[in-house]
């Protein structure tokens, strides 16, 4: 079974920092992966699928890249309603999560 | 608006069934594939289980498999999942999900959930 491992699992960061969180697969998964996003009490919003494809209505701060067994999400400048949980997805394995809190 | 609506939630015990239900408007139903993933109080997602539009593919995790029975009413445009043999492992938040373009992943929608506690 594939695995799919985040890091950081935890990240404090500022307004308008550059953030960026891996998710690194455990066999290679071409460019099937997605991000959410997950802010508490609310369900997962999906960002980004197929690696680097920008979900509808999603800021363009988002973005994503990678392929194989290595993918990034990165946030070119953090606002504040970017604070979150953030999970990488290949259909049936999540990632851990990155919680990204406010410094 | 799509909206997807889960319901049947409650406490149940160890051992225990509980049929989750999921009603989803604002879209055609029966053109996607659908989903039931999980998160536990303070954990992270766990998909659980998936159904194509006319029943024809149906996937299960392994922690849920030969206990848990997903299915859908396309004519109520409703997704089910029927939990047997509870454990207290599956307490959880229940997410209906739905998939992006009539394909297997990534979800695109969500319910807001129905929970499931699992205890004497």
């Known amino acids: 079974d594939i695995q799919l491992t985040q890091s950081p699992s935890f990240l404090s960061a500022s307004v308008g920092d550059r953030v960026t969180i891996t998710c690194r697969a455990s066999q290679d998964i071409r460019s099937y992966l997605a991000w959410y996003q997950q802010k508490p009490g609310k369900a997962p919003k999906l960002l980004i699928y197929?690696?680097?494809t920008l979900q509808s209505g999603v800021p363009s701060r988002f973005s994503g890249s990678g392929s194989g067994t290595e993918f990034t999400l990165t946030i070119s400048s953090l606002q504040p309603e970017d604070f979150a949980t953030y999970y990488c997805?290949?259909?049936?394995?999540f990632g851990g999560g990155t919680k990204v809190e406010i410094k | 608006e799509v909206q997807l609506v889960e319901s049947g939630g409650g406490l149940v015990q160890p051992g225990g069934s509980l049929r989750l239900s999921c009603a989803g408007s604002?879209?055609?139903?029966?053109?996607?594939?659908m989903h039931w993933v999980r998160q536990a109080p303070g954990q992270g997602l766990e998909w659980v289980s998936g159904i194509s539009w006319n029943s024809g593919g149906i996937a299960y995790a392994d922690s849920v498999k030969g206990r848990f029975t997903i299915s859908r009413d396309n004519a109520k445009s409703s997704l089910y999942l029927q939990m047997n043999s509870l454990r207290g492992e599956d307490t959880a938040l229940y997410y209906c999900?739905?998939?992006?373009?009539?394909?297997?992943?990534?979800?695109?929608?969500w319910g807001q959930g129905a929970l499931v506690t699992v205890s004497s």
């Open positions: 997805q290949q259909l049936k394995p």
């Open positions: 999900a739905r998939g992006l373009l009539s394909s297997w992943y990534p979800f695109d929608y």
């Open positions: 197929a690696a680097s």
């Open positions: 604002g879209f055609t139903f029966d053109d996607y594939v």
